[in-house]
């Protein structure tokens, strides 16, 4: 087996006994230290994963989420928002009710709109 092949089979098993819980984490259920948030600041807007975060941080998925949430950091990060759509929003596209445009937008709010 090729070192990168055993570097992602030693990630998977490691995400997912984080996801069962059967290995506590290192810094799992301990205060957040004020270095592990700008870590966490800074890996979310460069695009880092939740699950790679954790990683990183030695903490559970559910503890970053949490504190990205608790810090607005989806706030702005479009595709990532995890509000509710608005209630003009047909759900499928993304036009001035979801910022599609005009040719792409599946449910033609812009065309008739554009008339």
């Known amino acids: 087996m090729n070192p990168e092949k055993k570097q992602r089979e030693t990630t998977r098993e490691t995400v997912q006994n984080m996801r069962r819980r059967t290995v506590r984490l290192e810094r799992d259920g301990t205060y957040w230290e004020p270095e592990e948030i700008d870590s966490l600041i800074q890996e979310f807007a460069q ?50 009710f979801c910022s599609a445009p005009p040719e792409a937008c599946p449910c033609g709010r812009k065309e008739k709109e554009g008339d």
């Open 47 to 96: 695009g880092t994963g939740i699950t790679e975060i954790a990683l990183l941080l030695r903490r559970t998925e559910r503890a970053v989420v949490q504190q990205i949430e608790k810090r607005n950091l989806y706030q702005g990060q479009r595709g990532r928002s995890r509000k509710k759509p608005a209630e003009n929003s047909c759900g499928k596209c993304l036009c001035e």
